[in-house]
């Protein structure tokens, strides 16, 4: 059974930064692509971030790129998300996702976190 443990949320003024992070057992986490997606009120879950497997591709929806930063550690089952130049608009709960193959691409995880509540005040 796949299970994904955010960590990292909280509530930061506009401009600040904040650093999610995962922690997934249950799979072999090398094997797998790993994302963030993200919910705000009222709307519905958004792709933000992938990872491939081994790290060397970084995927990335238009409105957190050059902000956000996806990254893995192989050897410790974590992903993380390092936010920075938070605006209110980013403001929602960040999920942790699992993939299914081995790119982390939009569409392509079949598990996800509980999540964790990002706030950003203006």
């Known amino acids: 059974q796949v299970q994904l443990v955010e960590s990292g949320g909280g509530l930061v003024q506009a401009g600040g930064s904040l650093r999610l992070s995962c922690v997934a057992s249950?799979?072999?986490?090398?094997?797998?692509?790993m994302g963030w997606y993200r919910q705000a009120p009222g709307k519905e879950r958004e792709f933000v971030a992938g990872?491939?497997?081994?790290?060397?591709?970084?995927y990335y929806t238009d409105s957190v790129k050059g902000r956000f930063t996806i990254s893995r550690d192989n050897a410790k089952n974590t992903v993380d998300l390092q936010m920075n130049s938070l605006k209110p608009e980013d403001t929602a709960v960040y999920y942790c996702?699992?993939?299914?193959?081995?790119?982390?691409?939009?569409?392509?995880?079949?598990?996800w976190g509980q999540g964790t509540q990002v706030t950003v005040s203006s």
């Open positions: 996702a699992h993939g299914r193959t081995v790119w982390g691409t939009h569409g392509s995880f079949d598990y």
């Open positions: 249950g799979r072999t986490f090398s094997h797998y692509g």
């Open positions: 990872i491939s497997w081994d790290g060397r591709n970084r």
